[in-house]
């Protein structure tokens, strides 16, 4: 069974330029996780997703970040533009409810903002 | 306001010996902790999970202690082994289905030959 697939791997982009990540979370997960992870702390959860639906975005900072789930299955999260301070790791996450037994995380994406 | 705490940054155990790694947490409404287990540029893997009714649960060499009156728990992996070299973060939760899971900043474990 392939994991939870992010691409890139690492970006590294000026401040005040857009960014996007992509996320293929496992077949048949229904819930789908977006976190963040700043040096030397533990994730954070930005948004989850119930099929298509973002049941919690209340972590999101809405004015600069925007995620989609289009039919339910792949992700995309959006920073625009992006700040020094966004420089983190990006990891999505999904599972086939809330998960309860874990989720399953995928090798996140690198940001740099420079 | 951190709600899951892991104080020691990182631990040194000599391989063979027991491992033990310490979280804490301030919400009483958790009733649901797991461990994730981390290697360098790998996303956090699930490890092992206890619910508050129980005192202790244990699969292989990871044994996982809840303390619910000092809002404490404990991961106990013995023996250690050097593939056990890792970061570890502890997390919470509730069994309601709308609750996120709250991570500690984690412990690096370094597994001494």
């Known amino acids: 069974e392939a994991g939870v697939v992010q691409s890139p791997r690492y970006k590294i982009i000026e401040k005040k330029q857009p960014v996007a990540f992509w996320c293929n979370p496992i077949?048949?997960?229904?819930?789908l996780y977006w976190y963040r992870q700043n040096l030397g702390q533990g994730p954070e959860l930005l948004i989850r997703?119930?099929?298509?639906?973002?049941?919690?975005d209340s972590q999101l900072p809405k004015d600069r970040f925007s995620a989609e789930r289009l039919k339910g299955v792949d992700s995309t999260l959006k920073i625009q533009p992006a700040e020094l301070g966004d420089s983190a790791v990006y990891l999505c996450?999904?599972?086939?409810?809330?998960?309860?037994?874990?989720?399953?995380f995928g090798s996140g994406t690198r940001l740099t903002v420079v | 306001d951190q709600q899951v705490k892991q104080n020691s940054p990182s631990l040194s155990v000599q391989e063979g010996r027991i491992s033990i790694l310490n979280c804490d947490y301030t919400?009483?409404?958790?009733?649901?902790f797991l461990w994730y287990k981390k290697y360098p540029a790998e996303g956090p893997t699930f490890l092992i999970s206890i619910s508050s009714i129980k005192d202790k649960n244990e699969d292989g060499r990871f044994t996982v202690f809840l303390n619910k009156s000092a809002k404490h728990l404990s991961l106990h992996i013995v023996p250690s082994q050097p593939g056990d070299s890792a970061v570890y973060f502890c997390a919470a939760s509730t069994l309601n289905r709308d609750d996120k899971i709250i991570f500690g900043k984690g412990t690096r474990l370094h597994i001494l030959p």
């Open positions: 919400n009483s409404m958790f009733d649901y």
């Open positions: 997703y119930e099929n298509e639906e973002a049941v919690d």
């Open positions: 996450a999904s599972s086939f409810e809330q998960g309860q037994r874990g989720y399953t």
């Open positions: 077949s048949g997960h229904n819930t």
